[in-house]
Every structure is written in structure tokens, then in C-alpha cells.
């Protein structure tokens, strides 16, 4: 499972940052936000194609000794980055993509709060809850 997930807003500031372990938190803030380069990267290639894709997954952004960094943007150019640690071998890429689907159709659901603002910070309980069941394995 992940490690650590993030919500990056199209102008490259945190709207919510969710690690496990908490000793490494700066160490998955660091990758989260070198990752944005990559990402940046991935959606200038794509360029128009962009537009016309549905498909909004940007696969593996770099791997690490430890740790695999994954992306997916939306329509509104909101980042989705999730790390998951590279020794997890039974994690396929499918499940990374339903992984992100669930974390975009909460996300959604926060938007669709008429007492949120966008921009600010996400402190909704229901998606708080939706990342942590996203990063501890159900035994």
C-alpha cells in the first residue's frame, strides 16, 4: 500500500500531504515535491494529446532504492502523487490506477462541499479516512 499521498494544486502548493511512517515525513515531502518536475515533464510531452485523452494516469514518475513514486493529473490540473514502497512486489499497475480512481472520486466529493473553498487545505474527515484505509493494509 502507499506510503505516502498527495494533493498538489495547479500552482504547485500542497492542498494535503499524508505520510506513514511520520519519522520520514520530510524525506516523502521532498519526493512529493520533486516529483512536481516530473509531472510538469510528463504533461508538456503530452501537450494537446492531453485534451483529447481520458486517460489522466501518468504511470511511474521514478523509482528509488526504496520507494516508487506514482502520478496522475486531472482535468483541472490538480496533482495526484503517491508513493509505495518498492519492495511491494504484489502491487500491480492496475490496482495503482484504481487506487488513484478512488482518490480522485474523493476528492470530487470534497470539491462538491459547498463549505469548502479551493485552495484551501483538504480537512475533510471522510476523505482523511479514505487516504488512511489507501495506506494501511486490511488484515
Known amino acids: 500500500m502507499a506510503v505516502c499521498v498527495a494533493v ?9 500531504i499524508r505520510s506513514t511512517p511520520t519519522e520520514n515525513e520530510l524525506k516523502f515531502h521532498y519526493m512529493v515535491h520533486t516529483s512536481l518536475d516530473v509531472v510538469d515533464e510528463k504533461i508538456s510531452a503530452m501537450g494537446k494529446a492531453l485534451v ?8 511511474l514518475l521514478y523509482p528509488t532504492e526504496d520507494y516508487k513514486v506514482y502520478g496522475y493529473v486531472t482535468n483541472s490540473k490538480v496533482k495526484f502523487v503517491m508513493v509505495v514502497d518498492s519492495s511491494n512486489t504484489a502491487l500491480r499497475d492496475n490496482e495503482i490506477r484504481s487506487m488513484f480512481r478512488k482518490l480522485h472520486n474523493s476528492y470530487t466529493d470534497v470539491m462538491c462541499n459547498p463549505f469548502y473553498n479551493p485552495g484551501d487545505r483538504i480537512q475533510s474527515r471522510a476523505f482523511d479516512n479514505m487516504v488512511t484505509s489507501m495506506m494501511i493494509p486490511v488484515c
Open 8 to 16: 498538489i494544486a495547479k500552482e504547485n502548493y500542497p492542498l494535503y
Open 52 to 59: 483529447d485523452q481520458r486517460e489522466l494516469y501518468l504511470g
